[in-house]
C-alpha cells in the first residue's frame, strides 16, 4: 500500500501468498484505493518446498525481471508468555531491551511440516532461500541491480541459534533462531550476489499488534495497554504497534541505491513518542564466518531435500505404472 501510495506508475506488484481467499481481499482493498495499480496474484507456501519451486516456475514463465523481492512471510506458532521472567525483567536494568526486543520471555511450541523440516525454520527462512535461489535468472540482469528485503526482528539473538542445529530442532526459541540466521544469510547472499548485481537488506518493523502477535495475550488486555505502550514510546522507539509505522523500513529500503546499504547493517522502522515514523541502522551481530558456514548448510540441506522430492516423484510415478498394468 505504502508502494502504491508513493508512485504506482510503472509499479507491478504480485503478492505471492500461501492463502487465496486472503490474497483476493488485499488486492481488492489495493485496488479500492488505487485503481489503476496492477496487482497479481501467486500461490505459495514458504513452508513447502514443491509449493516453492511451483511458484517460482510460474512466476519465471510469467514475469522477465524481479526488481524488489520482499521475503515477509513469517510465524511464531503457540507464543507462551512468561510472566515471571517478565516481571523480574521489570525491575532490572534490562527493562527497556525487554521491551524493544523480547529478550528472555518469549517461547513456542515448533512444529513438523510435510518435508520433515521444523516450521518456523521452513516457514521464516528455508522456503525464502529455495525462492531466492530459483529466482535467481530473473533476479539477475547484466548492468541492472536489484534487491532482497528481508523481514526480521531485533528478536534475532546470536545466543537462540547453533550451527549444530540451524533448525532448532532442541530449543524453546525457533523464531528468535530462524530470524537471527534471517541475518546471517542475508550477508552470505550479498558476499555471493552483489558481483551479479542482487544485494540483500534486512529489517526490523518494531514491534507491531498484528495476527502474529495479538494471541500473545488476550485482546482485552492489549487494549487496556496501549496508553502504556505509547508512553513507552518515550523511552523506547521500538514499538511501531501499527502496520503502517512498521512499514517504514521497508518502504524507505525501497528508496536507496540498493550498493549505498550496508550488509552488516539492519534497518529499523522507528516511532517517536510524539508518533513519527523514522528508518534507523543498527550494526547487526553477525560475522562472515558464521554466515558462510551456514550457507553451506542451506545448500547441503536443498540438495538433500532435492534429492527426497525426486525420489518422491519416482515413487508416485512407478505406483500410477503399477496401477495402469
Ligand atoms: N508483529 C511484530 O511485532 C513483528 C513482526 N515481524 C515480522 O514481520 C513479518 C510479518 O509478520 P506480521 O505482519 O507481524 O504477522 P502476520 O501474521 O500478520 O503476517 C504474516 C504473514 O506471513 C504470511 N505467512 C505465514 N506463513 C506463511 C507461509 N507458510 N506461506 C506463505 N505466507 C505465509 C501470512 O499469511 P496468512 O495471511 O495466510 O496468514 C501473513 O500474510 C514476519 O516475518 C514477522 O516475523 C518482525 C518483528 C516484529
Ligand atoms: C503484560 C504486559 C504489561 C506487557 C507484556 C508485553 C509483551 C507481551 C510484549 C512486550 C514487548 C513485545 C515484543 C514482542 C512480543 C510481545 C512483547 C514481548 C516481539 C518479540 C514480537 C516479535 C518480534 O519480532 C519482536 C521484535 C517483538 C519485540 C517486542
Known sequence: ERLL???????????????????EATRSHLLTSHPAAQ???????TSSISSVLRAAQEF???????????????????????????????????????FSTGEGILTQKDGITNDGLQEVFATNLFGHFLLVRELEPVLCHAGQTSQLVWTSSSNALSSTFSLDD?????????????????DLLSLALNNRYN???????????????????IGILPFYLWKLLMPFFLM???????????????????????????????????????????GNSYTQPHKMDINMETSES???????????????????????????ETCRI
Request: include cysteine.
Open 195 to 213: 558481483k551479479q548485481g542482487l544485494y540483500s537488506s534486512v529489517i526490523c518493523p518494531g514491534f507491531m499488534l498484528t495476527n502474529m502477535t
Open 39 to 45: 496487482v497479481d496474484l501467486l500461490q505459495m507456501d
Open 5 to 23: 501510495s508513493h508512485n504506482s506508475d510503472g509499479l507491478q506488484l504480485c503478492l505471492a501468498c500461501r492463502n487465496m481467499q486472503r490474497a
Open 294 to 320: 551456514l550457507y553451506e548448510k542451506l545448500l547441503q540441506l536443498e540438495k538433500d531435500m532435492r534429492g527426497k522430492l525426486k525420489d518422491k516423484e519416482k515413487e508416485s510415478h512407478h505406483a500410477k
Open 166 to 182: 540451524i533448525q532448532h530442532q532442541k530449543g524453546t526459541q525457533p523464531y528468535s533462531s530462524s530470524k537471527y540466521a534471517t
Open 60 to 98: 519465471k514463465l510469467r514475469y522477465a525481471r524481479l526488481d524488489y523481492l520482499y521475503l515477509n512471510a513469517g510465524i511464531m506458532p503457540n507464543p507462551q508468555f512468561d510472566v515471571k521472567a517478565f516481571v523480574k525483567g521489570l525491575f532490572s536494568s534490562n527493562v527497556i531491551n525487554m
Open 232 to 274: 513507552l514510546r518515550i523511552f523506547t522507539n521500538t514499538l511501531t504497534l501499527t502496520t503502517y509505522n512498521g512499514s517504514e523500513a521497508l518502504f524507505w529500503v525501497f528508496l536507496q541505491k540498493p550498493e549505498s546499504l550496508n550488509p552488516f547493517s539492519k534497518y529499523h522502522s522507528l516511532t517517536s513518542a510524539l
